[in-house]
């Protein structure tokens, strides 16, 4: 067992950094203490030996390594379960990096993902895997700050003659300043919209279909039905003539400007 089995990117961080050998049933303990004085001569800090059945009873306190080397001698046999990797991460510092060899379990790469670890690669060619820890601590909590920010603010240091302010007249053009016709802004007695009603007999419907307003004046109704004088049981729901009594066929009615324009 030799250091050149680990890879550039994880013997870049040797130096200064507290390392962690993680080591399992079968391997010979005389090839793990040769290579941790090889880890030795990197300029590492300090380099721990435990082994996987040690670990959880070990207490190690949490954000305690940046380096950890695990199973990395033959027979290779330790799993990195779940569980496993759980706990590799709580005793690993802010963006540390784990190294590792995994034969057993297919699943690595998604029980590192699980376990918290980010930016995993998978050598499929040797078994080598290498993960890293998030940039923060694990458990860690930040404030939310939901307070509504300030859109805009004027300057203390402004004065009232410095401040440009517009004119709202500026804002209104001659079409704005014209006030609409009373006749254009009339609606059906039916629909309440600006649309006669099938039988429009209030001069709506000219008034739309010509295209300009259509003054109603005092003046004599013409039935639209032929049935308005039998009374307001047989007029229809628009009739000028409800409410009014029956008349003679023919006769001439008198409506006033309030009857042809009930909605006014």
Not at 164 to 174: A, G, K, T, V, Y
Request: hydrophobic letters at 35%; one cysteine or more.
């Amino acid at each position: 067992m030799s250091i050149s089995i680990i890879p550039p990117e994880v013997v870049s961080r040797l130096k200064d950094a507290t390392v962690l050998i993680l080591w399992g049933p079968g391997s010979s303990p005389e090839d793990v203490q040769k290579f941790s004085q090889e880890l030795s001569s990197q300029q590492c800090n300090r380099v721990v030996v435990e082994h996987f059945e040690r670990l959880v009873v070990s207490g190690h306190p949490k954000s305690t390594f940046s380096v950890v080397l695990s199973n990395l001698f033959e027979p290779h046999t330790t799993s990195h379960s779940f569980d496993l990797l759980s706990e590799v991460i709580r005793i690993m510092k802010p963006s540390g990096i784990v190294c590792g060899k995994e034969l057993s379990d297919l699943k690595i790469s998604a029980n590192l993902k699980l376990a918290g670890f980010c930016n995993i690669t998978v050598d499929s060619s040797n078994s080598i895997f290498c993960a890293q820890t998030p940039n923060f601590e694990v458990g860690s909590s930040s404030k939310l700050s939901f307070a509504k920010p300030s859109v805009w603010t004027l300057s203390d240091a402004l004065v009232d003659d410095q401040v440009e302010l517009i004119n709202e007249d500026d804002l209104l053009d001659e079409s704005d300043l014209i006030k609409p016709d009373a006749e254009s802004l009339r609606v059906c007695g039916t629909t309440g919209k600006r649309k006669a009603c099938k039988d429009c007999s209030c001069g709506l419907a000219e008034e739309l279909g010509a295209g300009q307003a259509v003054k109603t004046t005092t003046t004599s109704a013409t039935s639209s039905c032929g049935s308005c004088y039998l009374g307001d049981a047989f007029r229809c729901a628009s009739c000028p003539y409800l409410g009014m009594p029956a008349f003679k066929p023919g006769e001439k009615i008198q409506l006033s400007e309030r009857q042809l324009n009930p909605d006014l």
